[in-house]
């Protein structure tokens, strides 16, 4: 298993937000969940400018074991998608907080962070499941 980012916030649907400097929110799934699909065969983006409302569904990652739906952390509009995993899905599997990211999100208002976990809680979520 890969290390934790402590930078990152997480839910418990098991994706992440990076947020940049630009004011954008970098978004991808964790490594659990990576690991927990096995190796991912297909990734179906959003559309790029697409509006997304927090908790649905905003692209869909398929791997030899199972098809899982990603959700949208947060409302706002497709700024850019990770367009290489459509040729290399298993970016996801080798790097899940860097190259295997796959949206970029503009938030349609502020974060409301206790909506979202962060590094240590979400831990404390996989430990509970571990259990």
Known sequence: MSEMPGDLLYTKEHEWLRREDDGSVTVGITDHA???LGDLVYVELP???MDLDAEGEMAVVESVK????VYAPISGTVEAVNETLADDPER??????GDGWI???????AIDESELMSPDDYQAL???LDA
């Open 34 to 36: 990576q690991t927990a």
């Open 47 to 49: 559309e790029q400018g």
């Open 66 to 69: 199972a098809a899982s739906d």
């Open 92 to 97: 996801i599997n080798s790097d899940p907080y």
């Open 103 to 109: 949206v970029r999100i503009r938030p349609a208002d």
């Open 126 to 128: 996989l430990d509970e």
